[in-house]
């Protein structure tokens, strides 16, 4: 038997076979060139072999993505027949260079000039043209490029981190639990596993990667652990409880769609955060009684041209339509930084996310986020929307925000267009100095949200994407327990309501504290939404507010876990 | 060598599709064709050449071609552009 430590990344237990996700090797082995023509063939044969692959990607991108999705594989096509690559190419080959060293040479040399490139938008194409370098190379080299998009059983991943664009097209119907090397509890892989609800364990250790391909191993989400060459005793134990917690996730799905209602009587409203129209439908069936974050950045990461207001208001309309009269909390524009936006033209910043983004942007381009109030205003019509701000540190951005509400307002009426009356307008609650004047912003708004991912990497000065300090962020350090007791407060002695729509809204280890520091809303993906609920039901109030006071006083966020758990299992023997 | 000025219009410049149609565009005649930009020169086939002019939405740049169908490259060059790639 073998048990590697991680971070209890996302709950729950699977047994299964590992599917060793490595990254690509793509280093150039030592070997005696051939003659310049015999490696001038080898070229030929990888370049004719990459395209084949391209023209299948792309019919393929085109059936399931559209043509847009699709265009990116004809640059990729252009890049194979361009005559002054080949030149290039030839003559690294007169040097006496083999086939492979003279592509990496070449492309190298091409992605570092577009590297270098003053205008953001060129220099972007550099990632084409690393595309088809690690493209050829698999060829050359005769690596097979490994893929999760299509999975000949149902697996359990082993890598050293997963990437947005590793899981965007991944075999979901496959994938029983995910392990990596790098990563915390906020990391993608994280937050993709809570709403998928699969168990993940991460920061591992490069050591996972050492595991045995397609063996046999257990991921248990709840304790942080993957055991590998498990005694047969061992296994049978643990597909038992992988069983076991799936029928008590079948049983909370059943229970969804009832409201939380906490053992002394008081309701909890759990909503969902979603990032793309089309996901409030599974939000709904998840059991969803609104939505508690629409992200809005789909509608502008990755675009050359600020999207106008009747675009937008098509793309929010069906989100309202669908929800019907069910709360729908749209936050502004929350790019910059790390999330870039080839329109805004920003240039490169030392320090992202301390850096020119969110409402800051917002604030300086006021056409831009009026553009924005307007359409989400008119797509709210009939509707309940809700408006929030994202990174608001100061009483003054707050009021400025509140301006440009009130001539998005005025705008409309002037054009006589219909638009929703009465809106709430809230901020997030994600910078420190939010939650320290929260008695000071409460006045202007009608609720706060707090954001545990960025108020947690605030507060314990930790990038939460940076695996070497990962482990700091854990939004039940009692730091950021404390600011989100602070802000509790501050609201409800301003007769104004608090919702959380962080990671930790959904942690089943944190909502039992929330529940006792007076927490109103909870905001979560939406497969986390029927095990919250499930727990919200078991707890009461009153129970809870003392364990609330003795996480505030834990030296640090795994105390804080290991009080919560030792709670609940108390709190259920009593139950039986 | 016929040359000609020509006006990028669209949006994005020459960058994602309307490069590539461009490029090849040029790439289906015989004539040697070049294009040029603040000083710089480069072959009007090669994808990543053209990519690497940076020609942005109004930004100008000459085309020259030289061979047996330099009129007809030429001509193609300027209705695409004027067309604006079939963009809106």
């Known amino acids: ?576 | 060598m016929p040359e000609i000025n020509l006006t990028i219009r669209n949006q994005v410049g020459l960058h994602a599709r309307p490069a590539v149609l461009f490029v090849q565009s040029a790439q289906s005649f015989q004539s040697d064709i070049r294009a040029l930009k603040g000083g710089k020169e480069v072959n009007a086939k090669s994808f990543k050449s053209i990519l690497a002019l940076a020609v942005n939405q109004n930004d100008e740049i000459i085309v020259r071609a030289e061979g047996p169908d330099a009129d007809l490259a030429l001509e193609a060059l300027s209705r695409l552009v004027a067309a604006n790639f079939g963009e809106p």
């Open chain 1, 1 to 576: 038997m073998k048990q590697l430590k991680g971070i209890a990344a996302s709950p729950g237990i699977a047994c299964g076979l590992a599917f060793i996700y490595a990254p690509l090797d793509l280093s150039i082995p030592d070997r005696a060139p051939d003659d310049a023509p015999v490696e001038w063939e080898r070229c030929r044969g990888a370049f004719s072999a990459a395209m084949g692959q391209l023209q299948d990607l792309r019919s393929k991108a085109a059936l399931e993505f559209g043509e847009a999705e699709a265009a990116i594989f004809d640059a990729h096509k252009m890049i194979l027949c361009d005559p002054d690559l080949e030149e290039e190419l030839k003559a690294e080959l007169q040097t006496g260079a083999t086939a492979e060293a003279a592509v990496d040479t070449v492309f190298r040399r091409v992605i570092s000039s577009f590297e270098e490139l003053e205008d953001p938008l060129f220099r972007e194409r550099a990632a084409d043209f690393a595309d088809v370098h690690s493209r050829l190379l698999c060829i050359l080299l005769h690596i097979q490029k490994q893929s999760l998009a299509r999975l000949d059983s149902p697996v359990i991943i082993v890598a050293l981190d997963l990437l947005p664009s590793d899981t965007a097209q991944m075999d979901r119907a496959r994938v029983r639990g995910f392990c990596t090397a790098r990563g915390g509890a906020l990391s993608h892989t994280a937050i993709l596993a809570r709403n998928l609800g699969l168990p993940a364990v991460t920061g591992l250790g490069d050591g996972v990667l050492a595991l045995a391909d397609q063996s046999q191993i257990i991921v248990d989400g709840n304790e942080g652990v993957v055991i590998a060459e498990a005694d047969e005793q061992q296994w049978n134990d643990y597909q038992q409880r992988a069983q076991a917690s799936m029928r008590a996730r079948a049983a909370d799905e059943t229970d969804a769609h009832r409201p939380a209602v906490t053992l002394d009587g008081l309701q909890v409203e759990v909503v969902a955060n979603i990032g793309l129209p089309g996901e409030e439908v599974g939000a709904l069936q998840a059991g969803a009684e609104g939505i508690g974050l629409l992200r809005t950045e789909f509608l502008f990461t990755g675009r050359h041209v600020a999207p106008g207001e009747d675009e937008q208001f098509e793309a929010y309309r069906p989100i309202f339509e669908t929800m019907g009269n069910l709360p729908v909390i749209a936050r502004t524009l929350d790019i910059g930084g790390d999330k870039p936006a080839p329109f805004l033209n920003l240039p490169g910043e030392a320090n992202p996310y301390l850096g020119f983004r969110a409402v800051r942007i917002g604030l300086a381009r006021p056409e831009m986020l009026k553009t924005q109030l307007r359409a989400l205003l008119r797509a709210g019509y009939n509707h309940t929307l809700r408006i929030m701000f994202p990174m608001v540190a100061t009483v003054e951005e707050m009021q400025a925000a509140l301006g440009l509400v009130e001539e998005s307002r005025l705008e409309l009426a002037n054009r006589g267009l219909p638009f929703a009356e009465a809106v709430e307008v809230g901020t997030m609650i994600e910078i420190p100095s939010a939650a320290l004047i929260s008695d000071q912003l409460a006045p202007h708004v009608d609720f706060f949200s707090i954001g545990s991912n960025d108020l947690t990497q605030y507060t314990l000065a930790a990038d939460r994407g940076n695996p070497a300090v990962a482990w700091l962020t854990d939004s039940l350090h009692p730091a950021v327990l404390r600011l989100v007791d602070y802000v509790i407060h501050q609201a409800h002695a301003a007769k104004i309501w608090v919702g959380m729509c962080g990671e930790m809204a959904g942690d089943l280890d944190a909502i039992p504290v929330l529940l006792g520091l007076g927490l109103d809303e909870f905001s979560m993906g939406a497969a986390s939404i029927p095990a919250a609920k499930a727990l919200i039901r078991r707890l009461s109030v009153e129970g809870t507010k003392d364990l609330a006071r003795q996480a505030l006083a834990q030296p640090g966020a795994p105390s804080v876990r290991t009080l919560v758990r030792n709670w609940r299992q108390a709190q259920e023997k009593n139950a039986l």
